[in-house]
């Protein structure tokens, strides 16, 4: 009786983990796209409509060979602009021909702009020069605690800081000298610095490094993510902070820890809105 309950046990477990396999893959695997729309009286004439697509946290992540599957989708959101939110790449596997052939490719798709993540930052100084240079020699542009004023859709401006400058005057000297019926979007890797981004008194912060929550539960959302432990606050989704507004993408790639649960990698794209509609 013994034996036969537990070779009953052991093909249940074997069941288990045959059924698991499928879903933890497709969890890491199937791409998803995500539609946000963010509304301010600031978007007017030709910035109706203006359409942001975010990448972030890919992590050296390969969907098809030369990452056909995520260009394919990025194309299909008709991006009048592309951001990089951080860690196109990952310090723990570093592969820069890999970074940059995603990045080459996606800014042949729309104008690229990108922002570090805490993985650029780690590593060394040489392999960041190295990197950095390859991002711009492909058509991406750096935006390294500096503004720049945008004449797409009508004009705007897009801030960019690295991950360990959202905390000092960097932003808010940035924010300083802001036209004030300008609309300011601001490209920061991790959402848990979003007070600093509300006083700051930025429209629009597009952001990622959470990770979804890794793990996401319904009615739960997700379980932890790096900077805002267990439960966190900002992990998916939009975020109204006064009067900024907080977009945080799950990302699309994957770190240290693998597996994703309900918690698909995901493609972000915001759509301007006057107030009107």
């Not at 705007?156 to 360990?164: I, K, M, Q, Y």
């Not at 004030?180 to 959402?191: D, F, G, S, V």
């Not at 979804?212 to 379980?223: K, T």
Request: aromatic letters at 8%; one cysteine or more.
């Amino acid at each position: 009786m013994k034996k036969t309950t537990l070779a009953a046990a052991a093909a249940l477990g074997t069941a288990a983990v045959a059924a698991a396999v499928p879903y933890f893959y497709k969890q890491s695997t199937e791409l998803t796209a995500s539609h946000y729309v963010f509304r301010s009286p600031k978007v007017k004439g030709a910035l109706e409509g203006f359409r942001i697509t975010q990448i972030s946290d890919l992590h050296n992540k390969e969907f098809g060979r030369d990452n056909c599957r995520l260009m394919a989708l990025t194309e299909a959101q008709q991006p009048d602009l592309l951001v990089i939110t951080g860690d196109l790449t990952d310090s723990y596997h570093t592969d820069l021909d890999r970074a940059v052939d995603s990045a080459a490719r996606l800014a042949r798709i729309a104008p690229c702009y990108y922002v570090t993540g805490n993985h650029e930052l780690r590593m060394s100084r040489d392999r960041q020069r190295e990197f950095f240079a390859r991002l711009e020699a492909a058509g991406v542009v750096l935006l390294r605690n500096e503004a720049v004023r945008l004449g797409l859709g009508g004009g705007f401006r897009l801030l960019g800081v690295d991950c360990n400058q959202a905390r000092t005057a960097t932003l808010r000297d940035l924010m300083a000298d802001r036209p004030r019926e300008e609309l300011n979007i601001l490209l920061a890797h991790k959402p848990h610095y979003a007070e600093c981004y509300r006083q700051a008194g930025v429209d629009l912060v597009l952001s990622g490094h959470a990770h979804g929550g890794q793990w996401r539960l319904p009615g739960v959302g997700g379980l932890y993510a790096p900077g805002q432990g267990v439960l966190p606050k900002y992990t998916a989704g939009m975020y109204r902070l006064g009067n900024t507004v907080m977009c945080v993408s799950r990302g699309l790639g994957n770190s240290s820890f693998p597996l994703r649960i309900d918690n698909k990698p995901e493609l972000v794209t915001v759509i301007l809105r006057g107030t009107a509609q």
